[in-house]
């Protein structure tokens, strides 16, 4: 099966580096399972060329007086189609827990946008054996109260956060161990049997070899996805 390819662009680019970005791309991920997650200020740059789309961040509210905020019905409006949501970045400096990432898959499923749930253990966790155990929290916590038939609309990123941006990756055998206790565990408490992406220096090199894992669905991609060159070569890899 094609694996799904998600660009998380973070909060690189300005205006003139979008355009050339896009222009670069030549409609290359058009018509393909490829997500780009843009900073929101360029969603509809994105949008009007016909990109499949995601935004970085989502607020847990309807709308009203929140500063700063964007809300899923703006995004929806506009045509965006995913949502990330519990990315390590955001659960360390924006001091995003548990309970305010189920709020925001809850109102981002009741939005009508597609979740990109993502979980992960610190070094430390996985050196202390914890590595099941914060994930378990993690998905129990981020999807408690929400239904089977929503639940199928998220898709779950695992991300070793000792892997984002170290060029350090896990073994195969260590993503396929994690990935089945993913699955098992959202199957065995929600009934729901999850797409799970693998992220965490996933590039233009090591892609072939992590492409081979079956039990994973695709790839969430940080560093390597600000250049063209290697994104359209890990479509290559993905799409064979
Ligand atoms: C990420 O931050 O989601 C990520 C996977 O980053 P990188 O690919 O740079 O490790």
Redesign the pocket.
Known sequence: MKKILAL?L?MNFDYKDIKNYVVALNDNLKASDIIVLPPMLFLPYFISQNYKIGAQNISEFDNGAYTGEVSCSQLKSIGVAYA?IG???RRQYQCENDDKINSKIKKALENGLKVIF?IGETKEEREMLKTSKVLKKEIVDGLKGIDENNLKNVII?Y?PIW?????IIPTNKDIVDTTKFIIDTAVKVFNYKPKVLY?????EKNIAELNKINEISG???????LDVKKVLKMKEVVEK
């Open positions: 998380n973070k990330l990315h390590s970045e993502c990123a991300e892997s984002i941006g170290t060029g992220g965490g220096s996933v590039n790839f969430l991609v940080g560093g390597a996805s």
